[in-house]
């Protein structure tokens, strides 16, 4: 299948990422790499910083094909669909690392694409089949806030994961608990 405009943007956007940190990092540099003309791009809402939501939807289809939902509770499934995207990830770990310590000083970025974030945490919600119910916008937020809370940990984890799941499964139950009191 050939790949989208989008799927080339964010493999390049990722790829140049890992090399260029994100403050350094332009939307002409990842147009010339994903060979698409520059003038093309113009409807790309938010500019560079829709790079960020099309990278995490890269993220996010490479996680559906490696996870497959197995039976257990929702938090369980949510558990494992959250790992699933650390383990998808690890192959761009360098480009993860950038992109993180890179939205730590750029806040405004970081507002503009909160949208992206709680979007990518609903797929993983859709994945776990863990997306019906009440509130799921204010789920997918959570979601998005333990998987952001997971990455540093994850930065700094070894291949076996131990930290990153400890630190996934610690805030599953926290937001199970809180959910189950509301």
């Keep these: 299948m050939a790949q989208t405009r989008d799927d080339k943007l964010a493999d390049a956007a990722l790829k140049l990422l890992a090399k260029t940190g994100w403050r350094d990092l332009t939307l002409a540099q990842v147009a010339k790499a994903a060979k698409i003309p520059l003038p093309q791009l113009q409807d790309l809402r938010g500019g560079k910083s829709a790079l960020v939501g099309l990278m995490l939807g890269k993220i996010g289809a490479e996680t559906a094909k490696h996870y497959k939902p197995e039976s257990g509770t929702a938090r369980e499934r949510l ?37 992206a974030f709680v979007s990518a945490a609903g797929w993983l919600m859709t994945l776990a089949e863990a997306d019906k119910g009440p509130m799921l916008q204010a789920r997918a937020l959570a979601l998005a806030a ?7 940990v994850w930065l700094q984890d070894d291949a076996e994961l131990t930290a990153t799941m400890a630190r996934l499964d610690r805030d599953l139950s926290r937001a199970d608990s809180f959910a189950k009191k509301t």
């Design 79 to 115: 558990f494992d669909v959250a790992l699933a995207w650390f383990e998808t990830s690890a192959k761009r770990k360098p480009a993860v690392r950038a992109l993180y310590e890179g939205l730590k000083h750029d806040p405004i970025t970081l507002i503009e694409q909160r949208g």
């Design 146 to 152: 333990i998987v952001a809370r997971a990455i540093p």
